[in-house]
């Protein structure tokens, strides 16, 4: 949706000099030799994500800078050095080479947000083999698909974890050992990480990966359908880095926060390897979402630096502005969000009230790092994602791989071969060609199953990211919803998003979920399901107003004609709203995999 409230910044609130100072004379004089040399390799083309991260700081003398202040379940604490993470991770690898791993081997980590988890991630990358991560929250079911198909060898977890793995272990053949963090072992496969990590050396010869070598692998959320196998190679740090750069405008003194979590990629690129390579000093909360906790995590550690997501947003936003003043937070200069559309309502409500807008940026697990954003300089259309990265070429064109008009609703595309592009889908060739394949062929295809009609992603002309979107006049690119997402109503696209942001708009309305319900008449009707602020009535003359509320804000068209009350809508556990669910729901189908649900 877009509006007129462009927010045009002052650059004193950002307190430092921006990274990008002029976006486009950048993007347009892009090279991607000057994306290379911000990083560090072994020659022309080996490079290791993880000597980036950490190794090479400690080598310019920059080993006694604070890597990670941790903070855990009640106000526990702990604090790294960059000095302190290359020798952990560095034991680390030296645990996992007398075990035997070998490069390319898939070892698999399944751990709260603690510090054994970014110490294994690190470590694993450090050999040479592929680090996979999992969300805590898994069950044995999300645990078993994404094990056995992965193949991973190793496993790093700890007590609890390890017995939702056991509940499945008899379908993992390839699981040969568990690496348990907090307990001595019980099972012959099993691995004891304390007292190994006490006897191993710390100094490790890292291994020289070049740079196409498999580093790190991710199932997607499976907001959309069953989760696939993502895979990176040690390249994406490149991306990682300057996009950190770029759109988190990370400095030297920065106290960074990003509140993901590393079994989601946002996790991985941007509390791991894009910000470490930056040597940035982090905050890690491993706690659960709390608006007055988080405003603590702010004002304690004197956060500058934050990035989280738009659910996060709205849920701060529901716990009312009377809580953020009992809060100092004036150590924020620079607001960032993804995950999901980022409604122009959050964006002008944290420029209220923090005095300082969110920068919307997009991309996807597949991308492996920030494709388009809003940047520290640029104004910010509220509502828009912004402008591509520089050396990312993105476009919109129709199904079958045609350019479309300026404002024209399409399918986002990019041009094959950005620096963080995956490799592959795990054992899965077909869905990654899919990807370079434009969605009229790809339908023949799922018909027909005849491969050739795949397109090569050497050759292919785009990439398709499953997105509709349309690009503005100025360039600014604007999300309508995932392709399978939008609604098809009375001979009009409506993306949901839009209507959701036109509902929040409304000052009774935390959050809104929407989607298309088959209509003989109309094809589909808008049908939204809606979370109320607390203590407003759940009546039926309120359905009417929200309804006709949306009519006036946003158009005739595209209002719900049929609005349901909910306490909760179904999220990922990275907090997307799982549309497809409130969907099956609704129409009463099988719901389809779940693994990445929250509890609901
Ligand atoms: P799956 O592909 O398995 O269904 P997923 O797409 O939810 O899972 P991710 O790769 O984590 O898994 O999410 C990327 C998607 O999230 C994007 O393709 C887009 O639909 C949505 N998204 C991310 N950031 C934004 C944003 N800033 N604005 C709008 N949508 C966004
Ligand atoms: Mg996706």
Redesign the pocket.
């Known amino acids: 949706m877009e509006n007129d409230q462009t927010i045009t910044k002052d650059s004193s609130r950002l307190r430092l000099l921006s990274n990008l100072a002029d976006y486009k004379r950048e993007f347009e004089s892009f090279n991607i030799e000057k994306f290379r040399s911000e990083v560090e390799w072994f020659d022309e083309t080996h490079i290791n994500a993880a000597y980036n991260a950490v190794d090479r700081h400690v080598k310019a003398g920059k080993g006694d800078k604070v890597a990670m202040y941790w903070e855990g379940d009640e106000n526990k604490t702990e604090k790294y050095t960059f000095n302190d993470l290359y020798k952990l991770t560095n034991k680390f690898a030296n645990v996992l080479k007398e075990l035997g791993v070998k490069k390319g081997d898939r070892v698999f980590i399944f751990l709260p947000r603690i510090p054994a988890l970014f110490v294994s991630f690190l470590g694993v990358l450090k050999t040479g083999a592929v680090a996979g991560t999992m969300f805590s929250a898994f069950g044995p079911q999300a645990i078993a698909d994404r094990l056995k198909d992965s193949g991973a060898r190793f496993l790093v977890t700890d007590s609890e974890l390890a017995e939702r793995v056991y509940q499945v272990k008899k379908d993992l053949p390839a699981l040969e050992k568990v690496i348990i963090v907090d307990r001595s072992p019980k099972e012959d496969f099993e691995i004891d990480y304390k007292q190994k990590m006490e006897g191993a050396g710390e100094e490790f010869d890292i291994e020289k990966t070049s740079k196409d070598d498999l580093a790190f692998m991710l199932y ?6 069953k ?2 196998g993502v895979v990176h190679a040690h390249n994406t740090i490149i991306q990682q880095h300057m996009t950190a750069k770029w759109a988190l405008d990370l400095h030297d003194e920065d106290i960074y926060w990003c509140t993901a979590d590393p079994g ?2 946002t996790g991985i690129a941007y509390e791991i390897l894009g910000s470490w390579s930056n040597a940035a000093t982090e905050v890690i909360f491993a706690g659960r979402f709390d608006a007055g906790k988080w405003y603590e995590i702010i004002q304690k550690y004197k956060v500058s630096v934050w990035y989280t997501a738009p659910t996060a947003i709205r849920m701060l936003k529901a716990a009312g502005d009377d809580l953020i003043k009992k809060y100092d937070l004036s150590s924020l200069r620079y607001l960032a969000s ?5 409604n122009p309502e959050a964006v002008l409500w944290s420029n209220e009230i923090f005095g300082l807008p969110f920068h ?7 991308g492996g790092g920030i494709l388009i954003a809003n940047y520290p300089t640029m104004p910010i259309k509220p509502g828009s ?1 912004g402008k591509p990265i520089p050396g990312v070429h993105a476009d919109i064109v129709d199904d079958n791989g045609n350019p479309v008009k300026i404002k024209e609703e399409g399918n986002l595309v990019l041009k094959p071969g950005w620096p963080a592009m995956m490799r592959m889908i795990w054992n899965n060739e077909s869905k990654y060609k899919s990807y370079f394949t434009p969605p009229a062929v790809e339908e023949k295809w799922k018909e027909t199953e005849d491969k050739s009609l795949l397109l090569d992603p050497k050759t292919a002309p785009w990439y398709y ?3 509709k979107a349309f690009k503005d006049e100025d360039g600014y690119f604007w ?1 309508i919803g ?1 392709s399978d997402d939008v609604i098809k109503t009375a001979g009009e696209r409506v993306g949901p998003f839009e209507v959701e942001s036109a509902l929040i708009e409304h000052p009774g309305v935390v959050e809104a979920g929407v989607i298309g319900k088959p209509d003989e008449l109309r094809g589909e009707i808008i049908k939204a399901f809606v979370v109320l602020e607390p203590g407003v009535e759940k009546t039926d003359q309120l359905k009417e107003e929200l309804g006709q509320f949306v009519k006036k804000h946003l158009a005739g068209h595209a209002y719900p004609r049929e609005v349901e009350f909910v306490d909760k809508l179904p999220k ?1 556990r ?1 907090g ?1 709203i799982m549309r497809r669910l409130l969907k099956a729901k609704e129409l009463g189908q099988p719901i389809g995999d779940t693994s990445t649900l929250e509890e609901y």
Do not use: A, H, I, Y
């Open positions: 997607t959320s499976g907001t959309t359908g989760p696939k989601w990629v993804v995950g999901e559309p980022l919307d940026n997009w991309w996807q697990t597949e994602m990211s499953g997105d999300f995932r990922t990275s997307k």
